[in-house]
């Protein structure tokens, strides 16, 4: 359980980071950008829908983890006004050799699609894992995607984060 609550932070850390310093603002400030106003849970529906196309893209045989969207709070912005919805996930190829091809693969289609890399190489770890961020100016979202192909199973670890959102008036943010 706390390997879980580890790795949870750490793929939230890495989110947060992603995001705060990407180019989807309208003033290419280094603020993270404005998704619009929505209920978390419609906001949630749609940062998974992001997800569900990123899967689309993979163009490998494998399985996604069935993992659920959490709601963050926007930095600098007031908690019961402002969220960010977090859709961490993980794409495990059928075949160990397909880490590589389903992150070439989505190094080349991403772009086809609205995105925009804004990052790519090996991090600082000691396996030298592959990372890439790419961002969708038009859906206000970014994603992380790092290809652990030494891990067992090997798998692509990705991370959807959306802009911040604004609850509507009268309304209250559900966390989940």
């Known amino acids: 359980m706390k390997a879980r609550a580890n790795a949870f932070t750490l793929a939230l850390s890495v989110a947060l980071t992603t995001l705060t310093g990407c180019s989807m603002t309208e003033n290419d400030s280094p603020d993270i950008p404005t998704a619009g106003t929505s209920t ?63 992150m070439d693969k989505l190094k080349s289609e991403l772009p086809k699609h609205g995105w925009k890399i804004t990052e790519y190489g090996p991090d600082t770890s000691r396996n030298k894992n592959v990372k890439m961020t790419a961002d969708n100016d038009e859906k206000k979202v970014s994603v992380s995607v790092i290809e652990m192909a030494k891990n067992d199973p090997p798998k692509l670890s990705l991370d959807v984060v959306s802009g911040c959102y604004r609850i509507p008036d009268g309304q209250e943010i559900e966390r989940f």
């Open 40 to 102: 978390s849970s419609d906001a949630a529906d749609a940062v998974e829908m992001v997800s569900s196309g990123i899967y689309d893209l993979i163009g490998v045989q494998g399985e996604a983890s069935d993992d659920q969207s959490t709601v963050m709070n926007c930095s600098g912005k007031d908690r019961e006004t402002y969220f960010r919805i977090l859709h961490p996930w993980n794409f495990y190829p059928a075949t160990a050799s397909n880490p590589q091809t389903a």
